[in-house]
């Protein structure tokens, strides 16, 4: 799968992280900056990265800073973007299997390492489970249309 990940200054160290473990897996990788530690605002990546999944060049996405409140946030923005903050395993779980979600966004200040590979791991493999789902991805997707 192609994945595409932002992140601010707070969510760097984690996304090189991730990148890694990722690639490892077999995932091809498109790292949308920050590049440093060096204070920065993050809508800009977070947009970035939605634009990428709407977009189809990446089949999906993590958004990364210090909660993950305020990326999944930016995320959610952007026109068919479905991002869901998953700071445990059980968040994760659920949006992938009802929601459908499209971005993972994860806090670097509230998550360790361990849980955080635990979590885009879970991500990676929830299949969405569709059925009366779908009907709910519909309706919460026409909102944008409003």
């Not at 595409?4 to 990722?22: P, T, V, W």
């Not at 200040?109 to 361990?114: A, I, K, L, M």
């Amino acid at each position: 799968m192609k994945i595409a990940l932002g992140s601010d200054h707070a969510g760097f160290e984690l996304k090189a992280i991730l990148i890694d473990h990722l690639a490892a897996d077999g995932h091809e990788i498109v790292d949308l900056g920050t590049d440093s530690t060096e204070s920065v605002d993050y809508p800009s990546y977070c947009a970035a990265v939605g634009r990428h999944v709407a977009n189809g060049d990446a089949d999906w996405g993590v958004v990364l800073g210090g909660s993950g409140q305020g990326e999944q946030l930016a995320a959610n923005k952007v026109r068919g973007v479905r991002a869901a903050l998953c700071n445990c395993l059980f968040t994760a779980r659920m949006a992938r299997l009802h929601n459908d979600a499209n971005v993972l966004s994860m806090g670097a200040r509230v998550v360790g390492v361990g849980l955080a590979l635990e979590i885009v791991d879970l991500f990676a493999t929830t299949e969405f489970e569709g059925g009366r789902h779908q009907r709910r991805v519909d309706q919460v997707m026409a909102l944008e249309t409003e």
